[in-house]
């Protein structure tokens, strides 16, 4: 675990009032950045175990 890690472990998951509690908006920033990036990667494994197919198209030209 890095330095930066073991700083940032002890912020909990965003809620609405976490200026209440005497979070810095650093510190609320960075849960909040942590949640989205945590969504994103979730989405993305979900779209990676989609099977996309795939489409051939073949063309022929005649010239009569």
Not at 15 to 36: C, F, H, N, V, W
């Given at each position: 675990?890095?330095m930066?890690?073991q700083?940032k472990?002890?912020?909990?998951?965003?809620?609405?009032s976490?200026?209440?509690d005497?979070?810095?908006?650093?510190?609320?920033?960075?849960?909040?950045s942590?949640?989205?990036?945590?969504e994103h990667?979730?989405?993305r494994?979900e779209?990676?175990?989609?099977?996309?197919?795939t489409?051939?198209?073949r063309?022929?030209?005649?010239?009569?």
């Amino acid at each position: 675990m890095t330095m930066l890690e073991q700083m940032k472990r002890h912020i909990p998951d965003p809620y609405p009032s976490m200026y209440l509690d005497g979070y810095t908006p650093y510190e609320i920033l960075q849960a909040t950045s942590r949640k989205m990036y945590n969504e994103h990667l979730a989405r993305r494994e979900e779209a990676d175990s989609i099977i996309i197919p795939t489409i051939h198209f073949r063309t022929t030209v005649k010239i009569v």
